[in-house]
């Protein structure tokens, strides 16, 4: 009796395209806000400024504290 290999096997079902909702997409044609950059934004950027120029923000991971330790120094 001869086996079958795992390279002849195959298995049925459905691709990944379409299932799911679409992602929103905003104007085309847009330029980042900032003067005198000429990046043009993505479709799927909702903001007003390219990545370079979008003001960086730190999330805060939930549960995760951040502790600032303050050295105090002595004067003599």
């Not at 799911?20 to 909702?46: A, K, Q, V, W």
């Amino acid at each position: 009796m001869e086996r079958e290999s795992e390279t002849e096997r195959t298995i049925g079902g459905r691709g990944l395209q379409g299932t799911g909702p679409r992602s929103r997409t905003f104007g085309r044609g847009r330029l980042c806000g900032e003067p005198g950059c000429g990046t043009r934004l993505s479709i799927y950027n909702d903001g007003s400024f390219c990545s370079h120029h979008q003001a960086k923000i730190t999330p805060r991971m939930r549960g995760t504290k951040v502790v600032v330790a303050h050295r105090i120094e002595q004067h003599a």
